[in-house]
């Protein structure tokens, strides 16, 4: 074993491991599968909407109230929210004149709090 310029450990041997090679690529998903989850990814890698997300794990609110809450435009807002609903990870229910958004399911909270466990271990 050496280490890189940047201290990560690298592997010095010109081995194939052919069995634990064609064991994994007998498991690994279809390609179009896995851009779908590095896309469903890249809608976490936003700040405003981490944080959209986790007021709505607390409650389900409006557009107004989600505004106020982070201190911006409702058209900010709702651009967001347009972007997290269609990856499906929030959803919205009418009441009158008002819309209220909350969480799609439950897998979304629990994908949220894995992130904010792992980053606060």
Known sequence: MAKTEYGVLRCDCNVIHEKTVKEVKAKMPVEEKL??????FKVF????RIKILWALSK??????????LLNMS???ISHQLRILKQARLVKYKRDGKIVFYSLCDNHVEHVFKQGFE???E
């Open 45 to 48: 890698g936003d700040c405003t």
């Open 35 to 40: 851009y779908d989850l590095a896309e469903f």
């Open 74 to 76: 409702k058209s900010s």
């Open 59 to 68: 409650s389900k609110m409006c557009v107004c109230d989600i505004a106020a």
């Open 118 to 120: 792992h980053i606060n």
